[in-house]
């Protein structure tokens, strides 16, 4: 990477980078990230957002530092998060489908951002990093507590006998 004189790093779906690899770009690396920042750093994006109940997920670009999703903000989205009840318990599947839906938005605020550097206009605001946390991946009792805790929804939710009954564990 060093040879390739790069002026921009694009890190898009890949392992924490060391900083020796992030900073070899004259104008350093931008990270997407499928979460809220600075409210949802970490990951798995999508997973905590429904744990929490939030109506919503954001999608950040920001440029990468040390810590895990927390460098300057280039832009952000916020995507309605409505959980599809047809998927019954198996929110595995749901988050996987709901990934590949916002796709098109991550390509296009890569874009944007992307666009920005180049022109020169691009304008951040710092993160506070107070205001959120860092997220794991979750453990079975986690797991499991998303399953009640979706089931428990549809329930609250006036969804009928067959609905409820369509809900089934993994």
């Not at 040879?3 to 890190?11: E, F, M, P, Y």
């Not at 999703?69 to 309605?80: C, F, H, N």
């Not at 098109?104 to 107070?130: F, H, P, W, Y």
């Not at 006036?158 to 369509?166: A, P, V």
Request: glycine share 8%.
């Amino acid at each position: 990477m060093k040879r390739s004189n790069a002026d921009l790093g694009i890190i898009w779906g890949t392992n924490i980078l060391k900083e020796s690899v992030f900073k070899i770009p004259r104008l350093g690396s931008i990270n997407i990230h499928q979460g809220l920042a600075p409210y949802y750093r970490g990951g798995p994006p999508v997973f905590w957002e429904l744990y929490n109940g939030e109506p919503e997920v954001g999608i950040t670009v920001h440029f990468v530092e040390a810590k895990v999703d927390t460098g300057a903000i280039i832009t952000q989205e916020k995507v309605p998060l409505n959980y599809d009840y047809d998927y019954g318990l198996d929110y595995e599947s749901f988050i996987a489908d709901f990934r590949k839906g916002i796709s098109t938005n991550c390509v296009k605020l890569m874009t944007e951002a992307t666009r920005m550097i180049a022109d020169g206009t691009v304008q951040t605001r710092q993160q506070d990093i107070s205001l959120g946390k860092r997220y794991r991946l979750p453990v079975k009792q986690e797991k499991d507590e998303l399953r009640r805790v979706l089931l428990k929804r549809a329930y609250d939710a006036g969804r009928d006998t067959y609905k409820l009954m369509k809900l089934k564990r993994k």
